[in-house]
């Protein structure tokens, strides 16, 4: 392919989202108005988003492709046992197969057998629930390849009133909605395991054989996780988290923590000691640390394996002269190129 590339790697992704727990089913018909979809954990894909990678346009603003439709789509996690579910949302309007390729809008999702890492490209196991069909007015196509076990996922598309789907003028479509159910128990995950997995949101305009030009039409997919940034598709790309976490995202259920956190020192200004609290949603590798205004490290209050939950440590900074410290919670995962890291850095000040 020919054209302007633009590539946008955002590798400050969030590495980790949260399944809450529900006991209800999943009426699996596209439409995401069971009552839990509201309390789900989401992640926005598109160009500008804050919580994703935010897109990669090939041949976008090239001057003659027509493409100006910069779709956002908001992916949530809610899990039943070990099923989980994706919702999808979105505001594309032009929903459509891109003619001339395999591609379509919808959701392109990979997932991963529990404990495996990087599968081979032989292995990877694709889930799609795209636009496919050429026929107006066609729902997804609900498709997964040869590796995914046999009846481990299932899809299904809504189209509101106002949509129709592979339009070639481009809109103005109402957008879409999907859900996809994955039996993660298939792919050797339990409650609470961390489900590695990755998600494309494809948004094209409609290019139609004839319109069809290498140097301009349209590839235009947005991610969490997966990156095609290479043209052999094989280069970049990492997988993120997924945590199945057994627990509601009821407000009463706040024993366990859903996400990491790091929270302000008390008292602040101190003198000499304080206290640093941090939030794990399961077991993890952490560190806290402490550094001057130089950057330089002053002490490591925690390094090691720390188990879910809250956790409080008390700095005694005696011998240290009044100023600003900073402190840095680093947690990685037991996994190479920390898939699964958080860092955060707050401020505090000594005061004698
Ligand atoms: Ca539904
Ligand atoms: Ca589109």
């Known amino acids: 392919m020919g054209g302007a590339e633009f590539r946008i790697l955002r590798l400050s992704d969030p590495p980790l989202k949260i399944a809450h727990k529900t006991d209800a089913t999943m ?10 979809w509201v309390n789900a954990e989401s992640i926005v894909v598109g ?40 919702g999808v949302q979105s505001n594309d309007k032009s929903v459509c197969k891109w003619s001339p390729g395999w591609e379509a809008d919808g959701l392109f999702l990979w997932m991963t057998n529990k404990d495996e890492y990087l599968p081979a490209p032989d292995r990877r196991m694709e889930i799609k629930n795209m636009y496919f069909n050429p026929t107006i007015g066609a729902g ?47 792919f050797g995950y339990a409650v609470g395991d961390t489900v590695r997995l990755g998600v494309v949101i494809w948004d094209l305009d409609y290019a139609d054989a004839v319109a069809f030009s290498a140097d301009s039409s349209d590839y235009a997919p947005n991610w969490w996780g997966i990156q095609w940034a290479d043209r052999t598709f094989e280069k970049y790309y990492l997988f993120r988290n997924v945590h199945l976490s057994g627990r509601t995202s009821d407000v009463e259920d706040n024993s366990q923590p859903f996400n990491f956190n790091l929270s302000q020192n008390y008292p602040n200004p101190f003198n000499p000691i304080t206290t640093i609290c941090y939030e794990l949603p399961y077991e993890s590798h952490v560190t806290l640390k402490i550094y001057n205004t130089l950057g330089q490290e002053l002490a490591t209050l925690v390094n090691g394996v720390e188990t879910a939950g809250k956790h409080e ?37 000594l005061m004698r």
Do not use: C
């Open 27 to 36: 009426t699996l018909d596209g439409k995401l108005d069971e009552a839990f």
């Open 140 to 186: 997804s196509v609900f498709e997964v390849n040869h590796n995914v076990p046999t009846g481990a996922a299932d899809g299904k598309s809504f189209e509101p009133v106002g949509t129709v789907t592979h339009t070639e003028l481009g809109g103005p479509d109402a957008g879409y909605s999907l859900e996809v159910l994955v039996k993660t128990d298939l």
């Open 47 to 86: 160009k500008g988003s804050g919580s994703s990678t935010g897109g990669y346009y090939m041949q976008w603003n090239h001057p003659t492709n027509t493409y100006n439709d910069q779709s956002m789509a908001t992916v949530k996690f809610m899990h039943n046992g070990t099923d989980l579910y994706i």
């Open 313 to 349: 440590i008390r700095w005694d900074a005696s011998n240290k002269p009044s100023g600003v410290y900073f402190y840095k919670l680093v947690v990685s995962s037991a996994e190479p190129l920390t898939a699964g890291s958080y860092t955060s850095v707050k401020k505090m000040l």
